[in-house]
T-cell receptor, first 113, second 120 residues
Framework: AQKITQTQPGMFVQEKEAVTLDCTYD???????LFWYKQPSSGEMIFLIY??????QNATEGRYSLNFQKARKSANLVISASQLGDSAMYFC??????????FGAGTRLAVHP | DTAVSQTPKYLVTQMGNDKSIKCEQN?????MYWYKQDSKKFLKIMFS???????INETVPNRFSPKSPDKAHLNLHINSLELGDSAVYFC???????????????????FGPGTRLLVL
């Protein structure tokens, strides 16, 4: 069975600083995807970034990058140049059988001016 | 243009009632999902349909019945609502079919805005 662990229930960062949100995963599938979603206080789930298990390069999407260390089974999200609008819950997920997503408990990020 | 839409956005009802939540996607995806987010923000898959065929049915009470009239729509009907059903229900869709082989894909799921259900 797949499992995601997000060990940071809450994080604080100063505006314009970079922040890393931790995520470790466990899966026995040889092929899987790793995803990060953002959930602002308005409640919607916004897709941020994806990393395939066979991708050699770390994924990047604008200010988001995924630090993928396959041997350590970690898929940390790095947000560079934090903005006030980055304050939200962030969820890491791994795709399991039939593409179902297994989510972690989430990390609440607060960006301070 | 809304990619994945859900109605209603809010649903307040009494215990014992039956209610439905509708989901529609205009992304041309062939796989749709229902997730439940509880009061602690934990998200869990409930069901998935691929081309109108049920492919994931997690341990969900059979009071919950999904229905997919076509691959762009996935509705969730809940009978005899209980207090514990109060949650946010998210619909999602993905581009590539998950298929019946169980092969893990690399399909990104796009979520609807959620339906906040409160059972009194």
């Amino acid at each position: 069975a797949q499992k995601i662990t997000q060990t940071q229930p809450g994080m604080f960062v100063q505006e314009k600083e970079a922040v890393t949100l931790d995520c470790t995963y466990d899966t026995s599938d040889p092929s899987y995807g790793l995803f990060w979603y953002k959930q602002p206080s308005s409640g919607e789930m916004i897709f941020l970034i994806y990393q395939g298990s066979y991708d050699q390069q770390n994924a990047t999407e604008g200010r988001y990058s995924l630090n993928f260390q396959k041997a350590r089974k970690s898929a940390n999200l790095v947000i560079s140049a934090s903005q006030l609008g980055d304050s939200a819950m962030y969820f890491c997920a791994v795709s399991g059988g039939y593409n179902k997503l297994i989510f972690g408990a989430g990390t609440r990020l607060a960006v301070h001016p | 243009d809304t990619a994945v839409s859900q109605t209603p956005k809010y649903l307040v009802t009494q215990m014992g009632n039956d209610k439905s939540i509708k989901c529609e996607q205009n992304l041309g995806h062939d796989t749709m999902y229902w997730y439940k987010q509880d009061s602690k923000k934990f998200l869990k898959i409930m069901f998935s349909y691929n081309n109108k065929e049920l492919i994931i049915n997690e341990t969900v009470p059979n009071r919950f019945s999904p229905k997919s009239p076509d691959k762009a729509h996935l509705n969730l009907h809940i009978n005899s609502l209980e207090l514990g059903d109060s949650a946010v229900y998210f619909c999602a869709s993905s581009q590539l079919g998950a298929g019946t082989s169980g092969r893990v894909g690399q399909e990104t799921q796009y979520f609807g805005p959620g339906t906040r259900l409160l059972v009194l």
